[in-house]
């Protein structure tokens, strides 16, 4: 099929009927709506299969071409991704009605358009005033074409947020595009992870963050490139300059050592550093690494998350982080995958009792953890300054003697809400020990004392977590275990208690919805309950009733005499 240019389509718009250009209804849908300007539809996604009604899937035809025209006089289109093109001539008919477009805010290329294809795509990115975000990911950026995308960056003057992801970008690749971005100090987002980019491409990207005057990059992403020692330093020099700077990705760039990291450490101890988020898992930092780099955090107060993943880490490492997160607003921390023992996690808990802002604690797969190491946890949970929400304890075969251990441990605790394992070798006994915790059905005053802030034990990484497991809130625990409600405890305040049990049964009753109880068979709980205070104290109710009812006869008999007085 021939190429046709933009004029072709605007010649037969006016005519046209959506059943002609293709035989796909759901593309005829997306092309009628684009054609009519729909408010209701702002992003449109190309890809190989139909999912929802923003999913064009390109057929036989000239549908790929009319998508191009439409798309191309849309004012509503906000979101376009192209995840799969076909070999299809019409591609560039697409692509040349795409360049007239001017409202996509943002732009998502995750297929290979190849040299030719892409030159037809400048003049949408160099004309599109609107584009604030652009993604390449799975795209062959070859030298030809980062030196494309870097002269664009001149004349264009919207991005706000630039991703290359998987592109197999070099050292090359990123000179060119760093040479560009001194003056786009606009960039807020810039991802460059899984390519790559080693020494010379971090000294182009550090020498370029260094040249711009108040830049606005506020997220970096290098993660899983070839970044070494001196690589890391010559960025810092850069990061230095980026005081708007908040999350910062280096992880899986295995040649950065302990040497690496004194560099990030200057950084991070710099007077205008703001990293609030630190991501370095699977560095291989070890010991001498995480040491290194405690001496930065504990001069970084606006740490709120920090990966430290798959390092190699053991107890001593973890002692001296922890030493310095006292002085940060950590929320999230995830030391799973390394070498922590019972030593270390008692080290661990030595720290977080002074951290007052954890809620999320990753564990996972530090196989050397007993049962020893989750009873030292208790002095946290129990702790004043515990807000942790989140355990993960994921494969770590913890075994009977650790469930009990953390069910212990959690009686009293008011803010965890979720504690994840999955391979946990528990049987019926450390299952018996998590439902006695959540609802303990020795009496009603047990049940409502049990811990009601638990949501999910186990997760969808165990899914063979008894149906016993009670999560419900502590009204819902006492209807479904106390079906003959036992007041006689509460006699000792006499009918003091009474109106509290109407008031309780009466609150009770908006959670029939969330039991497995009917409204029939709750009102006869309720008769019961206040049928067994009149029973257990007659004499009471029956001078409370007396007395109600000479107060009530005694107003009348003064006012009478009053009345009387008047008269006279």
Same mark, same amino acid.
């Given at each position: 099929m021939d190429v046709q240019d933009y004029e072709y389509y605007e010649a037969r718009a006016k005519d046209v009927k959506m059943e002609d250009i293709t035989s796909d209804e759901d593309n005829a849908d997306i092309l009628e709506r684009l054609r009519d300007n729909d408010p209701d539809f702002t992003h449109i996604s190309i890809g190989e299969e139909f999912t929802d009604e923003s999913d064009f899937v390109v057929r036989e035809g000239e549908d790929l071409g009319w998508l191009g025209y439409f798309v191309g006089r849309s004012k509503e289109l906000e979101y376009l991704t192209i995840s799969d093109l076909p070999d299809n001539l019409n591609i560039d008919s697409f692509l040349r009605g795409l360049g007239q477009n001017r409202s996509i805010e943002i732009l998502g290329i995750s297929t290979d358009l190849g040299e030719e294809s892409f030159q037809t795509l400048v003049p949408f990115l160099r004309n599109n005033n609107s584009l604030e975000d652009l993604t390449f990911i799975g795209y062959n950026a070859g030298l030809q074409c980062a030196r494309n995308i870097g002269s664009l960056f001149g004349q264009q003057c919207s991005l706000r947020c630039l991703h290359f992801e998987d592109n197999n970008l070099g050292d090359e690749?990123?000179?060119?595009?760093?040479?560009a971005l001194r003056t786009k100090l606009q960039i807020e987002d810039l991802n460059l992870c899984y390519n790559?980019?080693?020494?010379?491409?971090?000294?182009?990207l550090g020498s370029a963050l260094e040249?711009?005057?108040n830049p606005n990059?506020?997220?970096?992403?290098?993660?899983? !490139?070839? +970044?070494? /020692?001196? @690589? &890391?330093?010559?960025?810092?020099?850069?990061?230095?300059n980026c005081h708007n700077l908040t999350t910062l990705c280096l992880s899986e760039n295995g040649m950065i050592t302990a040497a690496g990291l004194r560099s990030l450490s200057t950084l991070l101890r710099s007077d205008h550093c703001r990293l609030e988020h630190l991501l370095l898992y699977q560095m291989n930092m070890d010991n001498d690494g995480v040491t290194v780099l405690a001496a930065g955090l504990a001069r970084l107060p606006t740490l709120n998350k920090l990966n430290l993943e798959k !390092?190699? +880490?053991? /107890?001593? @490492? &973890?002692?001296?982080l922890v030493g310095s997160l006292s002085a940060t607003r950590l929320n999230t921390l995830s030391v799973c995958n390394n070498n922590i023992n019972d030593e270390g996690i008692k080290c661990l808990v030595e720290g977080l009792v002074n951290c007052c802002s954890l809620q999320t604690l990753d564990l996972s797969n530090n196989q050397s953890i007993t049962c020893a190491g989750l009873r030292t946890l208790s002095t946290f949970f129990q702790s004043d300054n515990c807000c942790l929400k989140d355990l993960w304890l994921r494969e770590i075969n913890f075994g009977d003697e650790?469930?009990?251990?953390?069910?212990?441990?959690l009686s009293g605790n008011e803010s965890l809400t979720d504690l994840w394992f999955d391979l946990s070798g528990i049987t019926a006994r450390g299952w018996t020990a998590f439902s006695k915790l959540l609802c303990d059905t020795a009496s009603v005053n047990n049940t409502y004392l049990s811990n009601h802030t638990l949501e999910r034990i186990g997760g969808y990484f165990h899914p063979n977590t008894p149906s016993d497991i009670n999560c419900a809130t502590a009204t819902c625990k006492i209807l479904d275990s106390h079906p003959d409600i036992d007041v006689e405890p509460l006699f000792q305040w006499k009918l003091k208690c009474l109106p509290l049990v109407v008031s309780w049964f009466e609150n009770a009753r908006s959670y029939l919805g969330n039991v497995n109880e009917s409204t029939e068979v709750f009102q006869c709980r309720q008769l019961s309950a206040l049928y067994k205070f009149v029973r257990g104290m007659p004499q009471l109710a029956v001078d409370g009733y007396r007395g109600k009812n000479t107060t009530d006869i005694q107003p009348k008999s003064k006012k009478r005499k009053l009345d009387l007085d008047q008269t006279l």
């Open positions: 690749e990123l000179v060119e595009i760093a040479s790559h980019i080693g020494r010379d491409g971090c000294v182009a040249g711009m005057r990059l506020a997220t970096l992403d290098l993660g899983r !490139n070839n +970044i070494d /020692d001196e @690589g &890391l330093h010559a960025l810092v020099a850069g990061l230095i !390092n190699h +880490i053991g /107890d001593q @490492g &973890l002692k001296d650790g469930a009990v251990a953390l069910a212990n441990r």
